[in-house]
């Protein structure tokens, strides 16, 4: 996903056309078997989309808190000393993120973690079973993959809440600034110098 070279701007996606477009059709695909009766491939699609949308979410999550406590230790030490674990591996499988992510403390840390583990605990049920399971026991697959959609849309509200507060944290300056401008341009309306 990153290129070793690039710089890590925590709690910023960066390029996120190709994740919101798999999003915005694992929506539709997931809308559409609710209105008609939907076939296996659909809701297998559907689930699939979602998953990795899961993994994007917590290999986002764990890059941008990694390269917090580089940042912040860096700043603390004065550059003396400092935490980098971005140099760690950064492919994991989704239970692998959701290991390294419990080593964090962070706002919400609790449910989202329970997030996580519920989802990959259903991406197990469905993607580990699916080829082992008789006619009987697809019902249980069919509940799972139905619950994933909702449970990935809670993650999404609950990451994307933390991260606009660590943004406005970590980049108070640009706020502040766009405030600083718009006094200063509706200032400058009264008087050709700019001052009142």
Do not use: W
């Amino acid at each position: 996903m990153n290129d070793k070279n690039q710089k890590i701007f925590p709690f910023t996606h960066g390029d996120f056309e190709t994740t919101t477009k798999l999003l915005g059709l694992a929506r539709i695909l997931c809308e559409n078997s609710k209105k008609e009766k939907a076939d296996v491939s659909n809701i297998l699609g559907y689930t699939i989309l979602y998953v990795s949308i899961t993994e994007y979410l917590a290999q986002y999550l764990l890059n941008s808190l990694r390269e917090l406590v580089k940042n912040n230790t860096y700043i603390g030490f004065y550059g003396m000393m400092y935490i980098d674990e971005t140099k760690r591996r950064e492919k994991f499988t989704l239970g692998q993120y959701v290991n390294e992510l419990k080593k964090y403390n962070f706002p919400d840390c609790q449910e989202i973690i329970r997030l996580f583990d519920e989802i990959t605990k259903l991406r197990n049920i469905v993607f580990h079973n699916l080829s082992k399971m008789n006619r009987e026991e697809i019902p249980k697959i069919d509940k799972s993959m139905e619950e994933i959609p909702q449970l990935v849309e809670d993650l999404i509200i609950k990451i994307d809440t933390i991260s606009e507060g660590f943004r406005k944290m970590i980049y108070p300056k640009k706020a502040d600034e766009k405030k600083t401008e718009d006094k200063t341009v509706n200032s400058d309306k009264g008087n050709p110098n700019g001052t009142t």
